[in-house]
C-alpha cells in the first residue's frame, strides 16, 4: 500500500466562541496557514493490525494497543475501524506533525483528529466523506471538551466559513471581500475543557446575567454575519472589540490576553478579540491590508510569543 498524507487546517473563532455552547451563533474560518499532517505508512513487517502512533511534536511513540481507550487517538481510530465496518487497520505507522500550536485557541485538536480519521481511512482505500470525519472529530473532542458545540470539529473538517448554532444544520458563508487578520498567541496554555467548565459554574450560580450576555454576543454575531457578506469588512473590528468585552464580562479573558488586544487596538488594528477558549491562547486582530507587519511586531513586542497573518477569504484563508 502506498504511503497516504492527509491534512486538516487550523481554525479561528470569529465571533461567538463560548456563548455557542449555549445554543447562541457563531462565526468561524479555517486557518489554513497552520496545519496538522498525518502520514500512514504500511509496516508489512509488522504483526497483522498493530498500529504505530508516532506524534513527535508530543514526544509520542506508541502503539495503538498501549493506548488507554479513552485517548484522542484511540477513538478516533476506533471511530474509523467502526464507521468502515472493518475489524481493524492493515498494520500501519501513523505519524502526525503539526504547525498549530497546541492549547491555543487555534483547533490544533479538532485538526488532529479530522486529519488522522481522513489518513486512516485513506490509507484503507475507504476516504470518509466530510460529514463522518467531522463527527468523528465531535467525539473526540467531547473526550477532551466534554460538551463542546461542534463548532471547531465542523469548521476543520469543512475548511469553509461556517455560521454556526448546535444541533441546526450548517451553513456556510460567503466573505464578500477578504479581510486581513493577525493571531497572536499569548504563550499561556489553558484548556478548553477548563475554560467552559468554569464558565458554566458561573452561568449555573447567575443564569439571567449570562443568558444576557450570550444575547448580546449573538446578536454580534448576526450583524457580523451580515457585513462579511456584504463586504463592508472594517466595520467588522468595532463587532470583534464588543465581542472581547463581553467574553471578559463571561470570565474567559485573561491580563495576558487583554494586553495583546490594547496592543493591536494602539498599533491600528480595526478590531481585537480573543478566539477560542480564552484563559490564555491567541488573540485575532483585524487590521488594514498592509499594516500587518507593523501590527504583529507591535503584538510581539507586548509579550506575544507567536504571531501570523492571514487573509479570510470564502476559502477559508491564504
Ligand atoms: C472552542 O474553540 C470554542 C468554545 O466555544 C467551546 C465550544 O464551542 O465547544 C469555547
Redesign the pocket.
Known amino acids: 500500500m502506498p504511503a497516504i498524507a492527509s491534512s486538516a487546517p487550523g481554525?479561528m473563532?470569529l465571533f461567538g466562541?463560548?456563548s455557542?455552547?449555549y445554543s447562541r451563533p457563531?462565526i468561524a474560518v479555517p486557518f489554513l496557514g497552520v496545519k496538522v499532517k498525518v502520514t500512514a505508512l504500511a509496516n508489512p513487517l509488522a504483526p497483522a493490525g498493530q498500529v504505530k502512533i508516532e506524534a513527535p511534536d508530543i514526544g509520542l511513540q506508541t502503539t495503538l494497543d498501549q493506548l488507554p481507550v479513552d485517548h484522542p487517538i484511540a477513538i478516533v481510530i476506533h471511530a474509523v475501524i467502526e464507521t468502515l465496518g472493518i475489524r481493524s487497520l492493515p498494520a500501519v505507522t501513523l505519524r502526525i506533525t503539526s504547525s498549530i500550536p497546541i492549547t491555543a485557541?487555534l483547533?490544533s485538536s479538532a485538526a488532529s483528529a479530522v486529519a488522522l480519521a481522513r489518513a486512516a481511512s485513506s490509507f484503507v482505500g475507504y476516504p470518509l466523506t466530510n460529514e463522518q470525519v467531522s463527527q468523528i472529530a465531535f467525539r473526540s473532542?467531547q473526550r477532551l471538551?466534554g460538551?463542546?458545540?461542534?463548532?471547531?470539529n465542523t469548521v476543520v473538517a469543512y475548511a469553509q466559513p461556517v455560521y454556526y448554532i448546535r444541533d441546526k444544520p450548517i451553513e456556510f458563508i460567503k466573505v464578500a471581500a477578504p479581510f486581513t487578520i493577525v493571531a497572536a498567541d499569548t504563550g499561556v496554555s489553558a484548556t478548553?475543557a477548563d475554560?467552559?467548565n468554569a464558565l458554566r459554574m458561573r452561568w449555573q450560580a447567575d443564569p439571567e446575567r449570562h443568558e444576557g450576555w450570550f444575547d448580546r454576543i449573538a446578536e454580534i454575531v448576526d450583524l457580523a454575519r451580515s457585513i462579511i457578506e456584504h463586504g463592508d469588512c472594517a466595520e467588522l473590528g468595532p463587532l470583534m472589540t464588543r465581542n472581547h468585552a463581553l467574553l471578559q464580562l463571561l470570565g474567559v479573558s485573561s491580563a495576558e490576553l487583554d494586553r495583546l488586544v490594547d496592543a493591536a487596538l494602539k498599533a491600528g488594528a480595526l478590531g481585537a478579540k480573543l478566539s477560542?477558549?480564552?484563559g490564555g491562547g491567541n488573540i485575532i486582530a483585524l487590521v488594514p491590508a498592509g499594516s500587518e507587519e507593523s501590527i504583529a511586531g507591535a503584538l510581539i513586542e507586548a509579550g506575544a510569543v507567536w504571531t501570523k497573518s492571514t487573509v479570510v477569504s470564502s476559502r477559508g484563508d491564504s
Do not use: C
Open positions: 481554525k473563532i466562541e463560548h455557542v455552547v457563531a485557541g483547533g473532542e471538551h460538551n463542546p458545540s461542534g463548532i471547531d478548553t475554560m467552559v477560542g477558549g480564552g
